[in-house]
């Protein structure tokens, strides 16, 4: 495909800058948003400075694209492997706030047609569909990050779904089972049932439905907003890596990637309240507890809603521990272990203490998380029933409440005997 040589970056419809295709890839405010507005885009792109390139806006722009297989999917389609041609293919409606348009288009009104969720899970199941004809028509222009296949939808009051048209922005990601990693199964009714059980301990996650015609996880975006006039506005999100300059492949802290420490300094910088700040240690002890053992500092974002910073609602809950062939290590060390079966109250006493809080304070938070969650699996279990089919999923639900229910147990007897 032929590249453009400038991407225009819009909120709404203002301009915000331009970015360019140099080496490095460059971006540049827009004078009269400096001038109007004053706000950066993130802040290792800040307004003090016109012109930005290098390693800041490349992790910045990177990170908005999707991850692994996808991502190399589409470098095939659209021959073309850096984040400024894959943005200038697919940068319509990105997580965040941000439009990206070729230098030939202009923001437009959303536009949006009626499909049926049948049609959705044509579209995880069949090569050519309903949906993949109005794409291939419209010229549709969707970046979602993640390393998994997903759908981005709205849905009307009665709950069908709509496609949005062109860089229209969405309210709903559909997230089908995973495919082709060997052991991995029923993987949409995991994150349902994780997602829901964490919303059941109020920790603060995106609200998440399964949808059992198109066979997925539904998540609402809690980065749209309707306004006064019932119109979708975007609303402003940075995840860790973007905020902490780094790219999507330095997710993970094995890697370089930002520490449980490193994540705490950011989300303090960032200027996020007590509660969020206790939202993240409650976060940390959750994915312990259910076996999320990707639950990488990508996973961790803030947003602009209008009380505010805020941490944002969690999501990308799911029991990876539940898989045999998955990862047995966690993503971040606690207390200098990532080997979960070796986490006990030594090496939590030794992550409060890194972090800047007494001990006793977290350990109650572990306490506290353990107890409730306990309490609401089997009301999770027998909610996340009403929309399992008959056979697999149903299998999923029994099997993943007795192995999370086994998993928060074994931490108890590790972390809280001899409780200080």
């Given at each position: 495909?032929s590249t453009?040589?400038?991407?225009f970056?819009?909120?709404?419809?203002?301009?915000?800058?331009?970015?360019?295709?140099?080496?490095?890839?460059k971006?540049?405010?827009d004078?009269?948003w400096?001038?109007?507005?004053?706000?950066?885009i993130?802040?290792?792109?800040?307004?003090s400075?016109?012109?930005?390139?290098?390693e800041?806006?490349?992790s910045?722009f990177?990170?908005?694209?999707?991850?692994?297989?996808?991502?190399?999917?589409?470098k095939l389609?659209?021959?073309?492997?850096?984040?400024f041609?894959?943005?200038?293919?697919?940068?319509?409606?990105?997580?965040?706030?941000?439009t990206?348009?070729?230098?030939?288009?202009?923001?437009?009104?959303?536009?949006?047609?009626?499909?049926?969720?049948?049609?959705?899970?044509?579209?995880?199941?069949?090569?050519?569909?309903?949906?993949?004809?109005?794409?291939?028509?419209?010229?549709?222009?969707?970046s979602?990050?993640?390393?998994?296949?997903?759908?981005?939808?709205?849905?009307?009051?009665?709950?069908?779904?709509l496609?949005?048209l062109?860089?229209?922005?969405?309210?709903?990601?559909v997230?089908?089972?995973?495919?082709?990693?060997?052991s991995?199964?029923a993987?949409?009714i995991?994150?349902?049932f994780?997602m829901?059980?964490?919303?059941?301990?109020?920790?603060?996650?995106?609200?998440?439905?399964?949808?059992?015609?198109?066979?997925?996880?539904?998540?609402?975006?809690?980065?749209?907003?309707l306004d006064?006039?019932?119109?979708?506005?975007?609303?402003?999100?940075?995840?860790?890596?973007?905020?902490?300059?780094?790219?999507?492949?330095?997710k993970?802290?094995?890697?370089?990637?930002?520490?449980?420490?490193?994540?705490?300094?950011?989300?303090?910088?960032?200027?996020?309240?007590?509660?969020?700040?206790?939202?993240?240690?409650?976060?940390?002890f959750?994915?312990?507890?259910?076996?999320?053992?990707?639950?990488?500092a990508?996973?961790?974002?803030?947003?602009?809603?209008?009380?505010?910073?805020?941490?944002?609602p969690?999501?990308?809950?799911?029991?990876?521990?539940?898989?045999?062939?998955?990862?047995?290590?966690?993503?971040?060390?606690?207390g200098?272990?990532?080997?979960?079966?070796?986490?006990?109250?030594?090496?939590?006493?030794?992550?409060?203490?890194?972090?800047?809080?007494?001990?006793?304070?977290?350990?109650?938070?572990?306490?506290?998380?353990?107890?409730?969650?306990?309490?609401?699996?089997?009301?999770?279990?027998?909610?996340?029933?009403?929309?399992a089919s008959?056979?697999?999923?149903?299998?999923?639900?029994?099997?993943?409440?007795?192995h999370i229910?086994?998993?928060?147990?074994?931490?108890?007897?590790?972390?809280?005997?001899?409780?200080?």
């Amino acid at each position: 495909m032929s590249t453009a040589k400038k991407l225009f970056v819009y909120r709404d419809e203002t301009l915000v800058g331009t970015l360019l295709d140099e080496s490095p890839i460059k971006f540049v405010y827009d004078v009269a948003w400096r001038k109007n507005y004053q706000e950066a885009i993130s802040p290792n792109i800040g307004l003090s400075e016109v012109e930005h390139s290098g390693e800041s806006v490349e992790s910045y722009f990177e990170n908005l694209l999707p991850e692994a297989g996808i991502r190399d999917l589409l470098k095939l389609k659209y021959q073309t492997t850096t984040t400024f041609g894959l943005l200038s293919a697919i940068g319509g409606d990105t997580a965040s706030n941000l439009t990206i348009l070729p230098e030939s288009q202009l923001p437009e009104p959303p536009k949006y047609q009626a499909i049926t969720w049948q049609d959705v899970a044509d579209q995880f199941t069949q090569q050519q569909g309903v949906i993949r004809n109005i794409q291939e028509q419209d010229g549709l222009r969707v970046s979602l990050a993640g390393a998994q296949r997903k759908f981005s939808v709205c849905i009307d009051k009665d709950g069908n779904p709509l496609l949005p048209l062109g860089s229209s922005p969405s309210t709903y990601i559909v997230k089908p089972d995973i495919q082709g990693i060997e052991s991995v199964w029923a993987s949409a009714i995991n994150e349902t049932f994780v997602m829901k059980l964490a919303t059941k301990l109020k920790l603060g996650v995106a609200e998440v439905s399964y949808q059992p015609i198109a066979k997925a996880c539904v998540i609402k975006r809690y980065d749209r907003q309707l306004d006064a006039n019932g119109q979708i506005k975007r609303l402003q999100q940075l995840d860790l890596c973007q905020i902490d300059g780094k790219p999507s492949t330095i997710k993970y802290e094995t890697d370089g990637g930002p520490t449980l420490l490193r994540c705490r300094e950011l989300l303090s910088q960032s200027g996020v309240n007590a509660a969020d700040t206790k939202r993240f240690i409650q976060w940390v002890f959750f994915n312990l507890y259910v076996g999320n053992h990707d639950s990488h500092a990508k996973n961790l974002s803030i947003y602009f809603p209008p009380t505010g910073v805020r941490l944002t609602p969690f999501y990308d809950l799911l029991s990876t521990s539940f898989y045999s062939g998955l990862s047995r290590t966690f993503a971040f060390n606690i207390g200098g272990e990532n080997k979960p079966s070796n986490i006990n109250q030594d090496q939590v006493i030794a992550m409060a203490e890194s972090l800047g809080f007494k001990a006793k304070y977290v350990l109650s938070i572990a306490e506290d998380v353990s107890n409730n969650l306990l309490a609401a699996l089997d009301t999770t279990s027998e909610e996340i029933n009403t929309v399992a089919s008959v056979g697999t999923e149903k299998t999923m639900v029994e099997r993943l409440n007795q192995h999370i229910a086994s998993n928060t147990k074994l931490f108890q007897r590790r972390l809280f005997t001899n409780h200080l």
